[in-house]
């Protein structure tokens, strides 16, 4: 958490509103995104129960990740309204999500920085939605992969991996079907093929991350 971000929450404990305006402002545009991903058109709604559970419980909060805690009050309050309605979230993400994703060194990351507002919809929609869950924790709200998966319940590395191959669905998505693989810097040369089993032998699949 910033030191920002962490002087304002001590200082809306203690009792100063401008203090909590400032974290309304700093996490309600990110929270929203990722309240729209999962409940839809019942976001504005979530999101006003979740601010009024954070202002209620702000006082018991001792430290640690603040938008992560935040963003767990955030996705329970989300999962209580999919089970009132008797249905699962489908990830409706709307277009302005990936917007502003920040950069990052990886190919794969840097391919939501050229994502248009029409295709982004589009895209996301294709996801998995642990991946694309795991993409709106790690880009749009920005926690890191031990935060996360805290919000989750689940390992850090599971959510590093979910998050990679989502971007990297969404590379290749960009990159179209007759577009060239991306290049490497330094080529490596092919490695030998494995020797195929014997015919009727099964076959290893790959582990899920």
């Known amino acids: 958490m910033s030191d920002e971000l962490e002087e304002a929450?001590?200082?809306?404990?203690?009792?100063?509103e401008e203090a909590f305006r400032f974290l309304y402002r700093s996490l309600q545009p990110g929270l929203l995104r990722y309240l729209t991903a999962l409940v839809g058109p019942d976001a504005e709604d979530v999101a006003s129960e979740t601010w009024l559970q954070i202002s209620r419980d702000l006082s018991g909060f001792v430290g640690g990740e603040f938008r992560a805690w935040a963003v767990t009050i955030a996705r329970n309050r989300a999962l209580d309204q999919l089970r009132r309605q008797?249905?699962?979230?489908?990830?409706?993400?709307?277009?302005?999500?990936?917007?502003?994703?920040p950069g990052n060194a990886d190919t794969a990351e840097r391919a939501g920085e050229t994502l248009g507002t029409e295709a982004a919809l589009a895209l996301i929609a294709t996801l998995p939605p642990r991946e694309a869950e795991a993409v709106l924790l790690r880009a749009v709200i920005g926690l890191d992969a031990e935060s996360a998966g805290r919000v989750l319940g689940r390992?850090?590395?599971?959510?590093?991996?979910?998050?990679?191959?989502?971007?990297?669905?969404?590379?290749?998505?960009?990159?179209?079907?007759?577009?060239?693989?991306?290049?490497?810097?330094?080529?490596?040369?092919?490695?030998?093929?494995?020797?195929?089993?014997?015919?009727?032998?099964p076959q290893a699949e790959p582990a899920d991350g």
């Not at 998505?173 to 494995?194: E, F, I, M, N």
């Open 9 to 16: 929450v001590a200082a809306a404990q203690a009792g100063d």
């Open 86 to 101: 008797r249905r699962r979230p489908s990830l409706p993400v709307p277009a302005q999500v990936l917007d502003d994703l």
């Open 155 to 201: 390992r850090a590395g599971a959510v590093r991996t979910a998050a990679h191959r989502g971007l990297r669905r969404l590379a290749a998505l960009l990159r179209g079907p007759d577009a060239p693989p991306a290049t490497r810097a330094h080529p490596t040369p092919p490695r030998p093929r494995a020797a195929r089993p014997a015919s009727g032998a």
